[in-house]
């Protein structure tokens, strides 16, 4: 059984920084894609981030891009999500998220082609 357990949310004032963090359990973690999506109220849940099971390959949405990073700690079965120069606007809760395909470089474009879900942290962002 797969299970994933995020941690690191918080409030944040406007234009400050948080590290999200996901311990995944189970077997073969370096073997697959790690992604970030969030969802804020009333919006639908989006990707924020992916990384390929190597590292090989980093994506991320427009919105984030040039200030959040996506890492993984392969020995910890860990990924993250390093945060800086927050927005109001990123308030939302964070997901991360498991692409279970052994060895995939291929980047989901839809947060419904993931396998497994954490079961989310909430980030909120004070202007």
């Known amino acids: 059984q797969v299970q994933l357990v995020e941690s690191g949310g918080g409030l944040v004032q406007a234009g400050g920084s948080l590290r999200l963090s996901c311990v995944v359990s189970?077997?073969?973690?370096?073997?697959?894609?790690m992604g970030w999506s969030r969802q804020a109220p009333g919006k639908e849940r989006e990707i924020v981030a992916h990384i390929t099971w190597n590292g090989g390959t980093i994506t991320y949405a427009d919105s984030v891009k040039d200030r959040f990073t996506i890492s993984r700690d392969n020995g910890k079965n860990t990924v993250y999500l390093q945060m800086n120069s927050l927005k109001s606007e990123d308030t939302a809760v964070y997901y991360c998220a498991q692409y279970r395909a052994a060895y995939s470089n291929y980047v989901p474009r839809d947060q419904r082609e993931y396998h497994y879900w954490g079961q989310g942290t909430q980030v909120t962002v004070s202007s």
């Open positions: 189970g077997d073969l973690f370096s073997n697959f894609g």
